[in-house]
């Protein structure tokens, strides 16, 4: 049991490392001289200089590396020059946004998918079954950035039942912020619920044809206790991990969606940072979400292995 | 949503307990092709999605003659109408005709799509048949592979483009970089299994030697989970090029193209939904037919993943 768990810790130990070390080239990637492009075509060569030297980049390669792997083990992710403050403290204060949409998002793809994928396998065949799945197929098609464009042009400009776009603290207003977040959580979270959907009905049909719910048939049970009580719960483990998955998932897709509603988030600030050249901020973001994406995922697979001894020992 | 991209594709790799079945029914398709092919044509999704698919390679390759208008030509004094019988689907913001900006941004999306498809393709055979058969290989590049994958798929994407600025090559590329990974431990896995198989020891047996091995008996079993993983590959990127557009961070705003389209409708939504209703509707059939051609090819070349439900 503990020998797997370090097993898997220390696996997140070379992945990290890349994940660094392609955050760090991706300043290399910039055309030309990344400090002229950071800095615009006022800047004098003197400042160039004085920004190169400041970030490291006249040092070879190999020492910048180094650097910044020390940097990053350290909690330093830079500095900004555009809002004049630590990358790190900067993406402190967009997460919350972030973290409250993923949330909601995946209440919304758990609730949704979850049920229909039991109520598709519970009724294979029927007309329940197929239009599900159709839903679920048109789910995993739709853009979720174009999804989110119709709802606000349906249930804010035309019907006026919910804000198109913005976005205030549950601390701060709980009513307001629930209105802010019912538009993007939906659209968000309905992508991902034509995922949970999927697999829910496929774990559920291979949890049907197990013995055990032969068994459970035969001794007469209903079809409503052989489902939701011999079959359900071995087919929620599998459920428990795609959840899982569908949440690092989630962060990714928080980041489009931020932009639509104009969520103050972590994809704002990205995406600013783009627009403003300020590239110690877009490696911070990217890193910090790739390590809570890697993080998330260690989760589970110890989450699970906790719930299906199956794996530990396999 | 953006990250549709990164679930299915990780789904069919992961399914390791049914490699075997995509493995029996690939040397057989590598053998018999013309029974593949009727076997394809019967499957209903491939036929649909296929037909579809058409359509927008039509377009996409008769665009000048489809199209009523130039597509980049601004009319202001046209502005924001509605569709009609001289602009079918409308006019945008700057007076572009909405039917000739879709009709030709299915250009971009095709050209984009097709070929992170091969890129990764070429790139992810490249990669899974140098790590499965060289252990030492192996360790670094599923390593380097799995470091990729930590990344959310649609968040690399934007990081890659914000270093190397709009353009439709840096596009491709950056979407290769971000699906690679994906398609190599798939054709690792692969190739994996079939090393193990009786046909593959015997054709070693008889002294062949390991480039010949690999490409007479190993990467022909390759050719059906790579044209199932390729389908969705190619609908991801279709849907990545549009979310890279509509941020700003993708084909440089002139560039007609579906994503670009939706993100200068969303500005004048109150006044002019079709702006981007329209193109998000190409963009919603495109991905569809996609995953229909990928369903069906699943279940076609790969009859023990029919069964499973997915």
Redesign the interface.
């Known amino acids: 049991m503990s020998a797997y768990f370090v097993r898997r810790l220390f696996a997140v130990i070379p992945v990290m490392a890349v994940v660094v070390t392609v955050v760090f080239l991706l300043i290399h990637l910039i055309p030309g001289d990344p400090v002229s492009v950071m800095l615009g075509p006022d800047a004098s060569p003197a400042q160039v200089d004085a920004t190169r030297r400041a970030l490291g980049l006249d040092r070879p390669l190999h020492e910048q590396l180094l650097r910044f792997y020390a940097r990053v083990i350290r909690g330093d992710l830079g500095q900004s020059y555009f809002l004049d403050r630590p990358v790190l403290t900067a993406i402190v204060e967009r997460a919350e946004p972030t973290l409250v949409l993923t949330f909601s998002a995946l209440l919304v793809a758990v609730l949704i998918g979850v049920p229909s994928g039991i109520v598709a396998a519970a009724h294979r065949g029927s007309p329940w079954d197929r239009v599900l799945m159709l839903g679920a197929l048109l789910g995993v098609c739709i853009p979720g950035f174009w999804l989110s464009l119709n709802f606000i042009y349906l249930f804010a400009v035309r019907l006026g039942w919910l804000p198109a776009a913005g976005y205030t603290s549950i601390l701060v207003d709980p009513v307001a912020a629930g209105r802010y977040m019912v538009l993007p959580a939906l659209s968000l979270g309905f992508n991902q619920s034509a995922l949970i959907a999927r697999i829910a009905r496929s774990c559920m049909l291979e949890a049907l044809h197990q013995d055990y719910v032969r068994t459970a048939r035969a001794k007469g049970l209903s079809q409503r206790a052989v489902v939701y009580g011999h079959a359900f719960r071995n087919a929620l483990v599998p459920v428990v991990t795609v959840i899982g998955i569908t949440m690092a998932i989630l962060i990714g897709g928080a980041v489009v969606t931020e932009i639509v509603f104009n969520i103050p988030g972590l994809g704002r600030l990205i995406i600013s940072a783009i627009l403003r050249r300020d590239y110690p901020v877009v490696q911070g973001v990217v890193l910090v979400t790739a390590a809570a994406y890697v993080m998330i995922n260690l989760t589970i697979d110890l989450l699970y292995a906790f719930i299906d001894p199956r794996i530990r020992y396999g | 949503?953006?990250?549709?991209a990164?679930?299915?594709v990780?789904?069919p790799a992961a399914e390791s307990g049914a490699l075997a079945g995509a493995i029996e029914s690939a040397g057989y398709a590598g053998r018999v092709p013309a029974q593949t092919a009727r076997r394809l044509l019967r499957n209903r999704s491939v036929v649909a999605g296929g037909l579809a698919l058409l359509v927008f390679v039509a377009a996409a390759i008769f665009a000048n003659t489809i199209s009523t208008h130039e597509p980049t030509r601004l009319e202001p004094a046209r502005r924001l109408q509605a569709p009609s019988a001289t602009h079918y689907l409308g006019t945008d913001e700057f007076g572009r005709d909405v039917w000739s900006l879709v009709v030709h941004g299915s250009r971009v999306s095709l050209v984009v799509g097709l070929a992170t498809m091969l890129v990764t393709s070429l790139a992810g055979v490249t990669i899974g048949v140098a790590a499965g058969y060289y252990r030492r290989l192996d360790l670094v590049l599923m390593?380097?592979m799995?470091?990729?994958m930590?990344?959310?798929?649609?968040?690399?994407a934007?990081?890659?483009?914000?270093?190397?600025?709009p353009g439709v090559w840096n596009v491709i590329m950056a979407l290769s970089v971000v699906y690679t990974p994906r398609t190599a431990m798939l054709m690792r896995s692969t190739v994996l299994s079939v090393r193990e198989l009786d046909f593959v020891e015997a054709a070693r047996a008889l002294g062949r030697r390991d480039v010949g091995i690999a490409v007479r008996h190993i990467l022909p079993s390759c050719v059906a989970p790579l044209l199932v993983q390729g389908s969705f590959i190619f609908?991801y990127a279709i849907?990545a090029e549009?979310?890279l557009g509509?941020?700003?961070?993708g084909v440089p705003p002139y560039v007609p193209s579906w994503g670009n389209v939706?993100a200068s409708?969303?500005n004048v939504?109150?006044e002019a939904?079709w702006v981007?209703?329209f193109p998000?509707l190409a963009?919603?059939i495109a991905?569809?037919s996609l995953?229909?051609v990928g369903d069906g090819l699943r279940d076609t070349l790969d009859p023990r993943l029919a069964h499973?439900?997915?």
């Open positions: 949503m953006a990250d549709a990164v679930r299915e990780a789904a390593r380097v799995d470091g990729l930590a990344f959310p798929a649609i968040l690399l934007i990081a890659l483009m914000a270093a190397r600025g609908a849907l549009a979310i509509f941020l700003g961070v939706i409708g969303k939504m109150r939904f981007s209703l998000g963009l919603t991905g569809l995953n229909l499973s439900g997915r």
